[in-house]
């Protein structure tokens, strides 16, 4: 049997071109057949680590951070939609929209890794931020999006209060960090090269074709 291709995604669920950039790696997975080759794991990375718990507006935010003028961003908005559209993924921007701190999901998906469930997870986690308006730093919000991917919500919640799995979250940052990474998604094949970037799946395709002939 051919070796399994690891595939790391360093990610944050808050990422609107994260979800589009696997959305890419999907398609070119898909289309060269190799389904039941990859292995992929979910990495965290936090866009906003010191983001308080109320959240800040997403416009206002992109503003501050990036300086972008109101028209900028509603075109990148604009485009964003377009592109997922057609990958088969919904955003839905909105007026009240917030960039929320992302730790919970984290240590959750951390969690989730351990039941085999992570990916699903991790999906509804995107859907959750990006389709259906959800505050995915609300722990009712996470124990219903827990139960729906049927993870025990107790269970997996108590990990919030797991001093130790904090820890867990903030060295793997850290580690990844140390690996050069500093923009998200980073997706990792094999631990040996990575793409950085919503790429398109050709160049996806061609990364994979490369694994593969090499055995």
Not at 34 to 42: H, K, N, P, S
Not at 73 to 91: C, N, P, V, Y
Not at 143 to 163: G, T
Request: charge should be negative; charged fraction near 25%.
């Amino acid at each position: 049997m051919a070796n399994k291709i690891q595939i790391d995604i360093i990610s944050d669920v808050v990422c609107p071109w994260c979800i589009i950039g696997y959305k890419y790696l999907e398609k070119a997975i898909t289309e060269l057949g190799l389904e039941d080759r990859v292995a992929i794991e979910w990495k965290p990375f936090e866009l906003n680590p010191d983001m308080p718990a109320e959240g800040e507006n997403l416009r206002a935010h992109i503003a501050r951070k990036y300086g972008s003028s109101p028209e900028e961003s509603a075109k990148s908005r604009a485009s964003m939609t377009k592109i997922a559209g057609e990958l088969g993924f919904t955003f839905d921007f909105h007026d009240a929209m917030k960039i929320v701190n992302t730790r919970n999901a984290h240590i959750l998906l951390a969690y989730a890794r351990e039941q085999g469930k992570q990916h699903e997870l991790q999906m509804r986690l995107f859907e959750a931020v990006f389709s259906n308006r959800q505050d995915v730093s609300d722990k009712q919000v996470l124990a219903e999006i827990l139960e729906s991917v049927s993870l025990n919500a107790a269970e997996a919640l108590a990990e919030l209060d797991n001093p130790v799995a904090r820890e867990k979250i903030t060295g793997e940052e850290e580690y990844w960090r140390s690996m050069g990474v500093s923009s998200v998604p980073t997706i990792v094949f094999n631990r040996k090269g990575a793409v950085t970037g919503a790429h398109p799946t050709e160049v996806f395709k061609q990364v994979l074709t490369e694994i593969v002939e090499q055995g």
